[in-house]
């Protein structure tokens, strides 16, 4: 190599490595969390990263947090939007983006609590921006087109059978009970952008496995270990009433869920069918899948 190819060469590196020097890491400045919940995230991910490569990573994260409390509104803590980061004490959703978010840092070899912050933030807010509580995804259904879009998720809806039912979407619960959210008491003013996300998702239709077709044999072949199961309601408003992780055992699909009715993250002991005929309001499930790399 001559002299000036290596010169030009050398150039080239130190504006590369100045390049990744500036680049700004994600401030946790706007980060709720105690330490407990940083050394978890950090012991999780060094875990996995020693775990065989067929190994479910989904249902490895989940079954971490068995046993941990379910408590409601923790992401509302604050009066001002703030990246919650709680591992102590979830409820369905919080579960599930926290399992996701450590998920998706896994198979991308992201091992530092901050990278995971990062990760949950783009999970929690449309586009992983978060500006305000108008920004995060409180519906669902809202929460898997975004994620699609930003390939993090793939929406299953094939084939058919098992997904046979159709939805379409007539969302307004959450602008007609401003007075249930915190927020929107504390800043009427938000209710007309949660109305104007409410009237963009409404009319919008999806596939889903009714209840009743879940004893179908398609099931096993659409529904994979660690999926994201999302529950569909008929109540007005709303369009998912529950969420958690598929685990298939012997006798077929069961739940893993942060559970409202045992108070802790649990693994359903009865199967998903019985569990969704227990409660008249739940349509069937939606099926979610992380995108790995």
């Known amino acids: ?9 050398s150039a080239m590196l130190m504006v590369s490595l100045a390049a990744s020097a500036s680049k700004p890491a994600m401030s946790l400045a706007a980060t709720d969390y105690l330490p407990a919940d940083s050394v978890l995230i950090e ?4 875990e996995a990263k020693a775990l065989p490569g067929g190994e479910n990573r989904p ?30 004490e979830l409820d369905c959703t919080t579960l599930v983006e926290t399992v996701s978010a450590l998920v998706l840092c896994d198979s991308r070899g992201q091992r530092s609590f901050r990278e995971y912050a990062a990760m949950l933030k783009s999970l929690r807010y449309r586009q992983g ?9 409180h519906y669902f259904s809202d929460w898997i087109a975004d994620k699609a879009a930003m390939r993090l998720v793939e929406d299953v809806q094939e084939p058919v059978p098992p997904f046979t039912a159709v939805k379409t979407l007539m969302v307004d619960y959450m602008s007609k009970h401003r007075g249930s959210y915190k927020a929107l008491r504390l800043h009427p003013e938000l209710v007309a952008d949660i109305a104007r ?10 596939r889903y496995i009714p209840k009743s077709g879940l004893a179908d044999a398609s099931v096993s072949q659409a529904v994979k270990d660690g999926d994201i199961i999302a529950i569909v309601s008929n109540k007005g408003g709303l369009d998912i009433a529950h969420l958690g992780f598929a685990v298939w055992r012997a006798d077929g699909l069961h739940l893993l869920n942060a559970s409202m009715i045992h108070r802790k993250v649990v693994e359903e002991p009865m ?7 227990r409660h008249p309001s739940h349509l069937g499930i939606r099926i979610v899948r992380l995108i790995t790399q």
């Open 197 to 206: 996300q409410e009237k963009a998702l409404s009319g919008r239709s999806f």
């Open 271 to 277: 199967t998903l069918g019985q569990y969704l005929q």
């Open 59 to 88: 249902l490895f994260f989940a079954r971490k947090f068995l046993g941990r409390p379910y408590v409601a509104h923790t992401l509302e803590k604050n009066d001002d939007e703030r990246l919650v980061v709680n591992t102590r």
């Open 129 to 137: 921006v978060m500006d305000g509580y108008a920004s995060r995804l």
């Open 43 to 46: 012991r999780l991910l060094a």
């Open 1 to 9: 190599m001559n002299a000036f190819c290596h010169l030009v060469i």
